[in-house]
């Protein structure tokens, strides 16, 4: 078969062929997954189309043995007896067909293919080389899994291998994930060259949870179904609760009237049995057996210190804490009920400070500006004049009044009621004068009758 080619389209098609082919070779072939059973196609990699251009070549199989498949030339087919009916060509890219893939199959394919640069003259050919490894693979089937022992495991103490085995399938990968998660290699879980065993030594309480196979291959890929890994552990974080009373760190403050229930948690498989133990001095006596313990504050004259125990029969196993009861007021009732009614003793103070403080301040000034009291402004001379000097002889007044002429003020002085209230009296009876407030007060009705006086009056 002849085609019509232009000496241009030949240059770009060469200059083409040049670069697709130096890109093309590399030190390691193209790998080809197939699938057993299946047809597949070797395809031809080039940067140009090779339809309508005279090309020619072969197909061989080099590896494992070398044998001679195919060539073409000028649209002409020559093949191999011996693989006649298992391959076919595909004239328009050089693309080589095998019709359906067994163990046989797999190996590595070589194309030669030339292309003529000039009609005019055959020998100026382009020459390129491409090379194929064909995988035959067979898909995976779904994994089973196998734990051994079968019997449930005891942390710190047992160990446990798994198992990963799939019927059919051709170059497996295997994956074992718990929870979904893959499990990494450590000290204590152990992979085999071909990861399908797994050996966790010893077993610990994080080991628990629900383990699968997951396989893979280049075509295809399945997972098993989950299997529960179940492990006796504990007992771990032994706590005392209570939902009665007022804890505080260890000790248990309970309202003495009524009767006080404690729980014993544990973190424990199977769940851990309890012991709750009474200690007085280096005396212990078990009182209780059992996850919950009653205690009656009553009878208790001072603060009780208890013991309890948690122990594990399968992991034998133990775990105890201590903790104190004593009778108080610190009851879960009454520190509820002391929430409820603190606003109301709150409100009442609040409502009762601003009567408190005008109150006082109402005493405060009544006694301050009793009608009995008034502020003194007087000389210390009178206030301290000798009884002696206040009792001498009476005189007429006009010669030395004016001396004594002035405005007077008294006061009552603490401790001397009798006298201030007899100084009052004078003042409304001034004949009844015969203290010390007498004579202050003759001194003030004898002034002269003068019109200073008068105004004074």
């Known amino acids: 078969m002849k085609s019509v080619r232009s000496p241009a389209f030949l240059l770009i098609c060469a200059s083409v062929f040049v670069l697709s082919d130096t890109s093309s070779e590399s030190p390691r072939p193209?790998?080809?997954?197939?699938?057993?059973?299946?047809?597949?196609?070797?395809?031809?990699?080039?940067?140009?189309?090779?339809?309508?251009?005279?090309?020619?070549?072969?197909?061989?199989?080099?590896?494992?043995?070398?044998?001679?498949?195919?060539?073409?030339?000028?649209?002409?087919?020559?093949?191999?007896?011996?693989?006649?009916?298992?391959?076919?060509?595909?004239?328009?890219?050089?693309?080589?067909?095998?019709?359906?893939?067994?163990?046989?199959?797999?190996?590595?394919?070589?194309?030669?293919?030339?292309?003529e640069l000039s009609e005019h003259n055959p020998e100026q050919l382009m020459h390129k080389v491409e090379t194929v490894y064909v995988t035959v693979d067979v898909p995976v089937s779904t994994p089973t899994i196998e734990k051994r022992p079968a019997y449930e495991l005891i942390e710190d103490r047992d160990n446990v291998t798994w198992t990963c085995s799939v019927t059919s399938g051709t170059k497996v990968q295997y994956q074992w994930l718990k929870d979904n998660l893959p499990v990494r290699p450590d000290e204590r879980h152990v992979f085999s060259p071909t990861n399908d065993t797994l050996l966790v030594q010893p077993v610990r309480k994080e080991d628990i949870g629900r383990y699968t196979c997951l396989v893979r291959n280049h075509i295809s890929k399945s997972q098993s179904q989950s299997m529960d890994l179940n492990i006796y552990y504990g007992p771990y974080n032994l706590a005392i609760k209570s939902h009665q009373g007022l804890k505080t760190g260890e000790v248990f403050m309970v309202d003495p009237s009524e009767l006080v229930l404690f729980d014993c948690f544990a973190d424990s498989n199977p769940p851990n049995s309890c012991v709750w133990i009474s200690k007085t001095g280096n005396r212990t006596e078990v009182v209780m057996t059992g996850l919950r313990f009653e205690v009656n504050p009553h009878e208790l004259a001072h603060a009780k210190e208890f013991v309890v125990?948690?122990?594990?029969?399968?992991?034998?196993?133990?775990?105890?804490?201590?903790?104190?009861?004593?009778?108080?007021?610190g009851s879960g009732k009454q520190k509820i009920t002391q929430n409820e009614t603190f606003l109301s003793p709150l409100a009442a103070i609040v409502l009762?400070?601003?009567?408190?403080?005008?109150?006082?301040?109402?005493?405060?000034?009544?006694?301050?500006?009793?009608?009995?009291?008034?502020?003194?402004?007087?000389?210390?001379?009178?206030?301290?004049?000798?009884?002696?000097?206040?009792?001498?002889p009476h005189r007429s007044g006009h010669e030395d009044a004016t001396e004594d002429f002035g405005i007077y003020e008294f006061v009552a002085i603490p401790g001397r009621l009798d006298s201030t209230q007899a100084s009052c009296r004078s003042l409304a009876h001034p004949e009844s004068t015969q203290d010390l407030h007498t004579t202050i007060y003759d001194v003030i009705r004898r002034i002269p009758e003068t019109p200073t006086l008068s105004l004074l009056k």
């Open 30 to 115: 193209r790998v080809i997954h197939g699938t057993k059973g299946k047809p597949l196609t070797l395809p031809v990699l080039t940067r140009f189309p090779l339809h309508g251009i005279d090309i020619q070549g072969s197909w061989s199989k080099t590896k494992p043995d070398h044998s001679h498949l195919v060539s073409f030339k000028n649209g002409g087919v020559i093949k191999n007896r011996l693989w006649r009916n298992r391959i076919s060509l595909s004239l328009s890219d050089a693309s080589l067909i095998i019709h359906r893939l067994d163990e046989s199959s797999e190996g590595e394919y070589k194309l030669e293919l030339n292309i």
């Open 309 to 329: 125990r948690a122990f594990n029969n399968v992991t034998q196993k133990e775990d105890e804490a201590q903790f104190f009861v004593m009778a108080g007021t």
């Open 352 to 392: 009762c400070c601003p009567v408190i403080i005008i109150a006082c301040g109402l005493l405060l000034f009544k006694r301050t500006c009793h009608p009995r009291r008034v502020i003194i402004t007087m000389k210390d001379t009178l206030s301290k004049r000798p009884i002696t000097e206040q009792k001498r």
